[in-house]
């Protein structure tokens, strides 16, 4: 079992619009998390990390961490087509210096 | 920003042959990390190094070695190659901090006939 799940496998959005993924993770050991993306023919970028509970805005980007939940999310607002990548959640517990990735969000914005 | 390359970036081996795949990075990271990604599993690790010549199994090390000969070099090893180690390999640097963020190269595409 993967101690790291994302949700949806794939999205499709407008152009302009909101797209939102979901991570959890079932270790409570884990405490750091990372949000990687893909372009197709590209290693994996990262993207935003989120330590501590609440929001992290970084631009268009915004991560929301619940840790009592082991739940993370980003929201992209504004998407543009360059967006469009697989987008992965990492996550690492402490004095580990290992990431487990989930399997995956492919994001399609439309134009 | 960091920098990490890999070779070769496409590769077509027989069954039972034997493969390396290297990687370097040039950001004096102390971690280095195997990856491979197959659909509908993300990437999983395979082996990690803290330094020269220092290495670790991660989640998935059967039927691969590896050698970290020098804190720039990583390479994977597969021995006795078989088809499914067919696969997209990534490897990646970090500084050691716990973290940190990891940089990852372009992939090497494996292929075992």
């Known amino acids: 079992q993967q101690k790291v799940q994302q949700s949806p496998e794939s999205l499709s959005v407008p152009e302009g619009g909101m797209a939102s993924l979901n991570c959890t993770s079932s270790?409570?050991?884990?405490?750091y998390f990372w949000w990687y993306r893909q372009h197709s023919g590209e290693g994996p970028k990262a993207l935003m990390s989120i330590f501590s509970d609440g929001d992290k805005k970084e631009g268009r980007f915004t991560a929301h961490l619940n840790k009592a939940s082991l739940h993370v999310s980003l929201h992209i607002r504004d998407s543009q087509p360059s967006d469009s990548a697989l987008y992965f959640c990492a996550a690492s517990p402490p004095n580990y210096n290992v990431l487990y990735f989930g399997s995956g969000t492919k994001l399609t914005v439309e134009p | 920003e960091a920098a990490v390359t890999q070779s070769p970036r496409n590769k077509v081996a027989v069954t039972g042959g034997k493969v390396t795949l290297s990687c370097n990075q040039t950001n004096n990271h102390n971690n280095m990390y195997w990856y491979r990604q197959d659909t509908g599993h993300g990437l999983r690790l395979i082996h990690y190094s803290y330094g020269a010549g220092s290495t670790e199994k991660g989640d998935i090390p059967d039927g691969y070695k590896a050698s970290r000969p020098s804190q720039e070099n990583f390479s994977l090893i597969l021995e006795l190659a078989t088809p499914s180690q067919t696969s997209v390999y990534f490897c990646?640097?970090?500084?050691?901090?716990?973290?940190?963020?990891?940089?990852f190269g372009p992939g090497t595409r494996l292929l075992v006939l």
């Open positions: 990646a640097s970090g500084e050691g901090d716990n973290q940190d963020t990891q940089y």
């Open positions: 270790d409570r050991n884990f405490q």
